[in-house]
């Protein structure tokens, strides 16, 4: 895989951006946040900077538009499960040499913890799913564009979106047509109606919408979407329905967050388990 100089590899920034979210932003409860994430001098920050300038930049509704088009046919390819995982794994290739989990370790831990909570077999499945999207990393896709918060395009961006500030450099800012509350929406029109920032949730959420139930669904869709399930924010744009899925995607968000630990789930014994589970809800290829 290449990447220009200068530019953090892909599988840096996401491990980055997902550093910076556990730990500065969204901390484990009881614990604190380890520094201010806008102390714009310490130098570790600077990649997720980067990446949040980047991201807030670029993410404008006509590019949402113009990459729904060009993936959303899912014609890239079809693959299982298991060799979407084994591909996703190819990231690691790029990662810094001292982090030791793989793409699949964290979908495992994150859907070890469900099941060790007890919850149903779809959620469990959910975890082990809810970031194949960043197979979008090997099609050649920046990382701006595959990992990170999301959130609505084509409405004026809320400030309670990290780094809220680096919109000002986002054309969407400024054109009328979108810089309003409501911007091209209508109110309480449901989210699923609604433009999301491109990335790897809205990208696997149309992959899987066949066959999994609602909550896991939005579970995938909007896991990212902190400034809806964190934050409270864009409630003027949601129905009922949304309301109502609310709270199994908060119930996701610390599995995801917070189930890394550093003995790593064995594969091999674990594998048989999984794949009846995969059967039971998913056709033995997807398109993606």
Partial sequence: MNHSAGRPRTADAAEAWEEFVQQQVYPEPGKKAQADYRNYD???????????????????YEFVVAKRAEFLPLRRRQMGVFE????????????????????????????????????????????????????????GEPQWAVVGDTFPVGCRHSERIVYHEYFADNPDAHDPRYNTKLGVYQPHCGLRNVLMSWGHDEYLYHVMKDYLPEPALYMIRYHSFYAWHREGEYDWLCDQHDRAMLPWVRK?????????????????????????????????????
């Fill in 42 to 60: 310490h130098p570790a920050r600077d990649t997720v900077r980067q990446f949040y300038q980047e991201n807030h930049r670029r993410q404008t």
């Fill in 84 to 139: 979407a995982c084994e591909y996703l794994n190819t990231l690691v290739d790029d990662s810094d040499p001292d982090i030791d989990l793989d793409q699949l370790q964290h979908l495992l831990q994150t859907s070890e913890a469900i099941r060790a909570d007890g919850h149903e077999d779809w959620f469990v499945l959910t975890g082990l799913l809810h970031d194949l999207g960043k197979v979008l990393c090997l099609y």
């Fill in 252 to 288: 996701f968000n610390p599995y995801d967050l917070y189930s890394k630990c550093p003995q790593p789930p064995d594969w091999d014994r674990l594998r048989p388990y999984y794949a009846d589970l995969v059967a039971k809800y998913l056709p033995a290829q997807l398109a993606f």
